[in-house]
């Protein structure tokens, strides 16, 4: 599986929007970018993902680079209850595949 | 209702013991996965299942042993404990063995071996 790169960490302030980077300059051109958060003692939860356009849900944003290389997880007004570990994910193409987590990025948010 | 559901949530045991860990989903899910997640907090695939059949059986000790007695339930058999096993176990169901399959997770089943 190709490997992601996030940073480790970032702060935020409440209501203001969050933009997670995440760097994936050997993915294919098969790959889905998935993003899973996980809040503190739960399991994972799935947030977003996408191909090549830009996807909006009601949790966030995906903004994916034209040469898909990298991406951007947007939450557009951060809350208390969006600190968590946000992991960016390649997903095959291919059935059978299962999820690959990596180090993923903490995100803290202060009142 | 819990869509994945996970029991016991908490498991403290003696090495040496052998413990099992139940996994249910309520979604109508054909894939069924076990992740552990160590104290660095890494999450790590350890087994996949689609239909009842095994399909993704990483790296693991064969004292853990997957069960299924039918697509909405995944079972982990753990033989002969040991300290490093402690950690903490998600169950995962996504529609399908692809990509377009959301995994949704349970809570997780925290064991600690002493």
């Known amino acids: 599986d190709a490997k992601t790169t996030q940073p480790n960490s970032m702060e935020s302030n409440e209501e203001e929007p969050v933009h997670l980077p995440c760097n994936h300059s050997t993915i294919s051109g098969t790959d889905y970018i998935h993003w899973y958060r996980q809040l503190p003692s739960q399991g994972p939860e799935y947030v977003i993902h996408?191909?090549?356009s830009n996807v909006n849900n009601r949790m966030a944003s995906l903004a994916i680079a034209e040469d898909r290389k990298s991406s951007t997880l947007i939450l557009h007004r951060a809350t208390l209850r969006d600190a968590a570990v946000y992991y960016c994910i390649l997903r095959s193409d291919q059935a059978g595949t299962a999820l690959i987590f990596g180090k993923g990025t903490t995100l803290s948010v202060s009142s | 209702d819990t869509a994945v559901s996970q029991t016991p949530k908490y498991l403290v045991t003696q090495m040496g013991n052998d413990k099992s860990i139940k996994c249910e989903q309520n979604l109508g899910h054909d894939t069924m996965y076990w992740y552990k997640q160590d104290s660095k907090k890494f999450l790590k695939i350890m087994f996949s299942y689609n239909n009842k059949e095994l399909i993704i059986n990483e790296t693991v000790p064969n004292r853990f042993s997957p069960k299924s007695p039918d697509k909405a339930h995944l079972n982990l058999h753990i033989n002969s404990l040991e300290l490093g096993d402690s950690a903490v176990y998600f169950c995962?169901?996504?529609?399908?063995?692809?990509?377009?399959?959301?995994?949704?997770f349970g809570e997780g089943s925290r064991l600690t071996v002493l």
């Open positions: 995962a169901s996504s529609q399908i063995a692809g990509v377009a399959g959301e995994l949704f």
């Open positions: 996408g191909l090549t």
